[in-house]
């Protein structure tokens, strides 16, 4: 399955050090990779479908210090679509005059929605069109721009009609917030104060966020698996939402 990697914070921030526990992976993930960082209302949007361990795309990535405080990426390794730039996540959408951007870990079976012509997809992935259609469906139920907790209580109904389909892991941002859903494998974590140590799970690399932190600094990281070792992550339940905003998880809609 394809690997998801999910940053949430209260002040910009880079993900180096997150991003290249994810490239260690991409060795049996080596059907593309993407990843997205939120600026205000900007984006900027990384594709390839070189695996992330040999792009030098992805190398540009790990040694390009981007701060921001949504980051989508995604590592992949194809069920459903030919391996293209077309298909590679995370995708990248316009609703309400902001970016949205869709990573999907998962294989949804015979989901073949009705699209209209505002949102229809450009490549043949099960993923792709579970966003457009998600798209559609938030577009139908908001006029415009709603709350984070607006649209919490929106996606807590249309997620679980799509995870119906089979294995549906999602991560999701318009830049206010990401929202992540599971139906098998996602853990979180937050960090802040007092900062410490952390040492990625795949490789003999360490950092200590003391020294380059604040007090007042907050960050929540979403990852398919653990991607450090000792630091307290946090499984998903099977269909379980959650929404980070300033670094922190909020209440379940």
């Known amino acids: 399955m394809c690997q998801l990697l999910g940053m949430n914070a209260n002040t910009p921030t880079d993900v180096m050090f997150s991003f290249t526990g994810l490239a260690c992976r991409a060795e049996e993930h080596k059907d593309g990779f993407g990843i997205a960082f939120f600026e205000d209302k900007g984006l900027r949007h990384f594709i390839d479908n070189h695996g992330a361990r040999h792009s030098p795309v992805a190398d540009l990535v790990k040694r390009y210090p981007i ?76 006029a415009g721009v709603p709350t984070v907790a607006e649209l919490s209580r929106t996606l807590a109904e249309l997620l679980p009609v799509l995870a119906g389909y089979g294995t549906f892991n999602l991560l999701l941002s318009n830049g206010q917030a990401l929202w ?53 992550w946090v499984p998903f339940a099977c269909k379980e939402l959650r929404v980070f905003v300033q670094g922190a998880a909020q209440h379940n809609p």
């Not at 410490?196 to 380059?212: I, K, P, R």
Request: charged share 20%; net charge negative.
């Open 67 to 142: 701060k921001s405080d949504n980051v989508i990426a995604h590592i992949r390794k194809a069920t459903q679509g030919h391996v293209a730039l077309e298909n590679t996540h995370p995708f990248v959408r316009e609703l309400w005059g902001r970016y949205w951007v869709f990573a999907h870990n998962g294989n949804l079976e015979g989901f073949a929605p009705r699209l209209h012509g505002a949102f229809r997809p450009v490549g043949d992935t099960d993923s792709e069109r579970a966003f457009c259609w998600l798209m559609q469906e938030l577009a139908k139920s908001h």
């Open 180 to 232: 992540a859903f599971a139906t098998t494998k996602l853990w979180s974590l937050q960090r802040q104060h007092p900062f410490g140590a952390a040492t990625l799970a795949d490789e003999d690399l360490s950092v200590d966020f003391a020294a380059l932190t604040s007090a007042d600094d907050r960050v929540s990281i979403v990852a398919t698996e653990p991607l450090t070792t000792g630091e307290p």
